[in-house]
């Protein structure tokens, strides 16, 4: 009888094991003994580092999630690899906000303490309320320094993107990055990852932030005692940014657990919500004032509010990088409103912001739409057609959703 409730328990495990593919694919490995095939993303094979690109087999502890798919290897494999000094590139997408770059900053400071010799490099420039950030000072402007960083990732071994899982999130470092034989690896929570582009990495969509996914991979690193005062915060800033300062749904238990360790480890978090949310120019809120009253359209029947703003309003109150930012949230404060949308004419695009509440799904729909993605809750998109045109358009479009917008 003992040896039957056994074997149930056995086939009941092994089912599961199959329904994580990777874990599968790890299993199959161990038990058939082949050595794991490095795979080199991107189609050029100069430069190629063999030896880099060795990973060895470790044994993935059973129910790890790891949510790695048949493209992308689990980032645990990495772990025995982190005491072999590096050339290291952390990248993460265009105009990070806290959690993009405090999750690079965050892994800066792991990885250089373990003696890699690490740079991070950020597609476009940077809101100013993240300058505090330690070490945000080292931080390469692609766009500023085309040539030092192209350098910087061809010479590579790693390249490390964080907070997205398209390429194209990048802007004009893509070609960059599609060219660099450097082993890349991906930390992300967003919808739909490109795993095709990763050697390794974890994408999971269930976690709050990037930064949250770092501090785990830093746990599973074992290496907890590297957790300094930079790491924490930077990775608190991060999570904080990405979960709405803790108020939405992803502000699970194992978030404020994290939190709770890091102030057991004597973090200070007041100041970071003051550096990141108490550190604009007056000209930004005559700006919000201005745009609340002229630029936002309601409509009730699809609980559904749109703003708009033109390049002249930018100009007018002279808008940084980073001071529309939590613009779009301001509509979803009014009673019944389902969906709130942003669209700003930025330079050479137009560039959305989608947020909602309940069963609105904003990554399928900037999706559809307008060539973006993200979360459920919080997506972006661009257009290259002008204001005129995307404001009609998204008028448009929204009346397919009638059934779904207008029950709450
Ligand atoms: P935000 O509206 O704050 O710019 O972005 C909301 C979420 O959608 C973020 O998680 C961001 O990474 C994602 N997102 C924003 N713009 C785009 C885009 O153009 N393409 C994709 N795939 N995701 C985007
Ligand atoms: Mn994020």
Not at 211 to 223: L, P, W
Request: one cysteine or more.
């Amino acid at each position: 009888m003992v040896n039957v409730r056994l074997l149930i328990v056995i086939i009941f495990c092994a089912a599961k094991v199959r329904e994580t593919r990777q874990l599968a694919i790890c299993c199959n490995r161990f038990f058939e003994r082949q050595p794991i095939v490095c795979r080199r993303s991107g189609a050029s094979t100069k430069n190629q580092k063999p030896e880099s690109c060795k990973p060895k087999p470790v044994l993935i502890p059973l129910f790890y999630p790891t949510f790695a798919t048949a493209h992308m290897q689990a980032i645990q494999l990495l772990i025995d690899q982190l005491n072999e000094p590096r050339k290291v590139v952390i990248t993460t997408h265009q105009k990070p906000d806290p959690d993009a770059m405090g999750a690079s900053l965050g892994l800066y400071h792991f990885l250089t303490q373990l003696g890699h010799e690490v740079q991070v490099i950020s597609p476009t420039n940077w809101a100013a309320f993240l300058n505090w950030m330690p070490a945000c000072n080292l931080v390469s402007d692609y766009e500023k320094f085309k040539e030092k960083c192209d350098l910087l990732i061809n010479e590579a071994d790693w390249i490390f993107c964080l907070d997205f899982n398209t390429l194209s999130r990048t802007k004009r470092m893509i070609t960059s990055l599609q060219q660099s034989s450097a082993v890349k690896i991906l930390i992300d929570h967003h919808r739909e990852p490109e795993t095709e582009a990763f050697v390794y990495g974890i994408s999971d969509t269930s976690k709050s932030s990037t930064c949250e996914m770092v501090y785990d991979f830093i746990k599973s690193s074992g290496r907890m005692d590297l957790l300094n005062q930079e790491i924490m915060q930077c990775l608190y800033a991060g999570v904080m940014g990405d979960t709405g300062s803790f108020r939405f749904a992803s502000a699970t238990a194992t978030v404020h657990e994290m939190v709770a360790e890091l102030k057991h480890r004597g973090l200070q978090h007041t100041i970071i919500h003051e550096n990141i949310y108490d550190n604009f120019l007056e000209g930004r809120f005559r700006f919000i004032g201005h745009v609340l009253l002229h630029r936002m359209e309601i409509d009730y029947e699809l609980n559904t509010a749109l703003i708009w703003v033109s390049k002249n309003d930018l100009l007018k109150y002279e808008m940084k990088t980073g001071d529309t930012e939590g613009l779009v949230n301001y509509p979803l404060g009014i009673q019944g409103i389902k969906l709130a949308a942003l669209v700003i004419d930025r330079d050479e695009k137009r560039k959305w912001s989608f947020r909602s509440k309940g069963d609105f799904d904003c990554n399928t729909f900037a999706r559809t739409h307008f060539n973006g993605g993200g979360h459920y809750n919080a997506a972006g998109g661009e257009s290259d057609d002008s204001l005129e045109v995307n404001i009609q358009q998204f008028k448009t479009v929204i009346q397919q959703y009638k059934n779904q917008l207008e029950t709450f």
